[in-house]
């Protein structure tokens, strides 16, 4: 069976057109699935009784389980946990900023990249998500709380450009002028830098900010960190990362995650400067969260306060990472990690 929430209108118009429905038909449904996060076709009640039905039994509507979810005192973030049709489980989380409420989705249910710190890969990768399914964190969170979401960043688990073709579907449907129409300038792709992938969304013609997983000032520190660093050395990232700024005129932003003992000294500070400059690029530096399955301690946010103002004595532009939802932490993929391994012993 077709699945209808990741067509885009264009298809869905030319399926209906075929069925001999009128095409104005299809821009109902769209709007139904996107623009008002329709969970059912029951729902669509400017729909005839048959059309539903036979929507029903032509196309599936992916819509996601809420199986938990995990609400900050401090600052109302909220951390989700949701359940996919096929019973994978996979976390989201929405937070409140200034400039408005922003989601956090996973890309993949697991991931296969082996960062050293990250919770999200320590069981591999279990699949890809549907671009349904990426849109469903953000819709479903969008009925949960009423609120009104203006950003997203793809930043949950998995690695968005290891699910290249579903998450280019996923952004052009959520920013599709009849959906929910979010600005594509305020969607944040992050990759530990898979060197294609990064030379491929530069031509997509998409103003979408790039984030770059760092985290290492040289190829050899990089590859005890994160294993994709054997396969693409620092050069050809940071070329490719350039390139993308020509392209898009989007300035890219550096994701350094602090470890401390292993990249946070005032000798790394400096390298990063180095490394970075001349650049029209922004580090974001993150106080590693530590996972109870690795060793990794976090730099001290007076530490991290130091490394900062190094940055920013050579020029470069950085801030620390505010940390949200201090009262439910965990670090990213612990929740479902959590959750799966507790019910794997009940
Ligand atoms: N695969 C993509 C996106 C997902 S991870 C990527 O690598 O960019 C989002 C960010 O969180 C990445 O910068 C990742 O390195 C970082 N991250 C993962 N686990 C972390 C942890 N325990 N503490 C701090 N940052 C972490």
Same mark, same amino acid.
Request: net charge positive; proline share 3%.
């Given at each position: 069976?077709?699945?209808?929430?990741?067509?885009?209108?264009?298809?869905?118009?030319?399926?209906?057109?075929?069925?001999?429905?009128?095409?104005?038909?299809?821009?109902?449904?769209?709007?139904?699935?996107?623009?008002?996060?329709?969970?059912?076709?029951?729902?669509?009640?400017?729909?005839?009784?048959?059309?539903?039905?036979?929507?029903?039994?032509?196309?599936?509507?992916?819509?996601?389980?809420?199986?938990?979810?995990?609400?900050?005192?401090?600052?109302?973030?909220?951390?989700?946990?949701?359940?996919?049709?096929?019973?994978?489980?996979?976390?989201?989380?929405?937070?409140?900023?200034?400039?408005?409420?922003?989601?956090?989705?996973?890309?993949?249910?697991?991931?296969?990249?082996?960062?050293?710190?990250?919770?999200?890969? %320590?069981?591999?990768? $279990? *699949?890809?998500?549907?671009?349904? =399914?990426? +849109?469903?964190?953000?819709?479903?969170?969008?009925?949960? !709380?009423?609120?009104?979401?203006?950003?997203?960043?793809?930043?949950?688990?998995?690695?968005?450009?290891?699910?290249?073709?579903?998450?280019?579907?996923?952004?052009?449907?959520?920013?599709?002028?009849?959906?929910?129409?979010?600005?594509?300038?305020?969607?944040?792709?992050?990759?530990?830098?898979?060197?294609?992938?990064?030379?491929?969304?530069?031509?997509?013609?998409?103003?979408?900010?790039?984030?770059?997983?760092?985290?290492?000032?040289?190829?050899?520190?990089?590859?005890? %960190?994160?294993?994709? $660093? *054997?396969?693409?050395?620092?050069? =050809?990232? +940071?070329?490719?990362?350039?390139?993308?700024?020509?392209? !898009?005129?989007?300035?890219?932003?550096?994701?350094?995650?602090?470890?401390?003992?292993?990249?946070?000294?005032?000798?790394?500070?400096?390298?990063?400067?180095?490394?970075?400059?001349?650049?029209?690029?922004?580090?974001?530096?993150?106080?590693?969260?530590?996972?109870?399955?690795?060793?990794?301690?976090?730099?001290?946010?007076?530490?991290?306060?130091?490394?900062?103002?190094?940055?920013?004595?050579?020029?470069?532009?950085?801030?620390?990472?505010?940390?949200?939802?201090?009262?439910?932490?965990?670090?990213?993929?612990?929740?479902?990690?959590?959750?799966?391994?507790?019910?794997?012993?009940?």
């Amino acid at each position: 069976m077709k699945e209808i929430r990741s067509m885009t209108l264009q298809e869905l118009t030319h399926d209906l057109v075929e069925e001999g429905e009128k095409q104005f038909r299809a821009k109902q449904i769209f709007a139904w699935l996107h623009a008002r996060q329709a969970k059912s076709f029951d729902e669509m009640s400017d729909l005839s009784l048959a059309l539903r039905e036979k929507l029903k039994e032509t196309y599936e509507l992916v819509t996601l389980e809420q199986i938990q979810v995990l609400v900050s005192a401090l600052d109302g973030t909220r951390k989700y946990l949701f359940r996919l049709p096929d019973g994978h489980l996979i976390e989201s989380v929405f937070m409140k900023y200034r400039h408005g409420n922003s989601v956090c989705v996973s890309s993949q249910a697991g991931c296969r990249m082996g960062c050293r710190f990250c919770a999200s890969t %320590l069981d591999g990768l $279990a *699949r890809n998500l549907l671009p349904s =399914e990426i +849109l469903e964190q953000v819709y479903q969170i969008v009925r949960d !709380t009423g609120e009104k979401i203006s950003n997203v960043v793809i930043m949950g688990s998995g690695e968005p450009m290891d699910n290249y073709e579903n998450v280019l579907r996923f952004i052009r449907l959520l920013t599709d002028e009849k959906g929910y129409h979010m600005s594509q300038r305020n969607i944040t792709l992050s990759t530990c830098g898979i060197v294609p992938g990064i030379r491929r969304l530069s031509e997509e013609g998409l103003p979408v900010t790039l984030a770059l997983s760092l985290h290492a000032v040289s190829d050899e520190e990089r590859r005890q %960190l994160m294993p994709v $660093a *054997r396969k693409y050395p620092l050069q =050809e990232v +940071l070329a490719a990362c350039d390139a993308y700024f020509e392209k !898009t005129g989007r300035r890219v932003s550096f994701e350094y995650s602090l470890v401390k003992g292993v990249n946070d000294s005032g000798e790394h500070a400096r390298r990063l400067a180095v490394l970075l400059k001349g650049k029209n690029c922004h580090v974001n530096l993150i106080p590693v969260n530590p996972i109870k399955e690795r060793l990794f301690q976090s730099t001290s946010r007076a530490e991290a306060a130091n490394f900062q103002l190094t940055l920013e004595k050579y020029g470069i532009n950085a801030t620390i990472r505010r940390e949200m939802g201090r009262d439910i932490q965990g670090a990213c993929g612990q929740l479902r990690r959590d959750y799966a391994g507790a019910s794997l012993s009940l």
